[in-house]
């Protein structure tokens, strides 16, 4: 969908038209399904239908607020990252029987899915992602590394965005995007690295 397009649904949706919200669900639905599924290897199919969910309706609450600083579909991805998180924070504080509700680390704005560049956790890169096995290696990888390199490689890497996009998405400028990406590629390598060293699965190099 061109930009044209896309603005003119996004009115349309703002107007509440119900057929202009079935045309985005359409639209984007399945993508953000897609990125959901990938950000955790322990996520289910259910799993990432329940956050789908939570993330279309953060989405209609706050679209009147959403003025196209970003693609419709960066954003989404932006708010599905927080609503994986919550959810991810909500089970593993159920497991370990705790009752009190769950704080994400990173308060973002809930209509941009922005915020500052502090320490998280999930899963990541395109070619090494090539088995259960190894993506269940990025996966603790990237629990150590923490964000902002999460998000860098999310959006990088199961988002496909560019990194003009990424530099809209989280307010940054191209040169500062690559720069860091990089550095966080050689850091999930090391990790990567050491993991493999421990004895927990065969080691896979990170493509810059």
């Given at each position: ?15 509440g ?9 359409d639209?984007?639905?399945?993508a ?66 705790g ?35 190894q ?15 999460r ?58």
């Open positions: 969908m061109d930009a044209e397009a896309e603005a003119e649904l996004l009115a349309r949706c703002r107007r038209e119900q057929a202009a919200w079935d045309q985005l669900l639209v984007h639905y399945p953000v399904w897609r990125f959901v599924y990938q950000l955790a290897h322990e996520f289910t199919p259910e799993d990432a239908e329940e956050i789908c969910q939570e993330t279309f309706l953060a989405a209609v609450r706050h679209m009147a607020r959403f003025r196209g600083h970003c693609r419709v579909q960066t954003w989404l991805f932006q708010i599905a990252i927080n609503k994986a998180r919550d959810y991810r924070a909500r089970r593993l504080a159920a497991k370990r029987g009752s009190a509700k769950p704080v994400s680390l990173q308060a973002r704005d809930p209509e941009t899915g922005l915020g500052p560049d502090p320490a998280s956790t999930a899963p990541g890169p395109d070619e090494v992602l090539v088995s259960a096995e993506a269940a290696l990025i996966s603790r990888a990237l629990d150590e590394l923490g964000a902002p390199c998000e860098l490689v999310q959006l990088r890497y199961f988002a496909d965005l560019s990194y003009g996009e990424i530099a809209r998405a989280l307010n940054l400028n191209v040169k500062t995007v690559s720069s860091r990406l990089s550095r966080c590629l050689d850091a999930l390598e090391q990790i990567m690295r050491r993991l493999s060293a421990d004895g927990q699965t065969a080691a896979v190099p990170v493509q810059h």
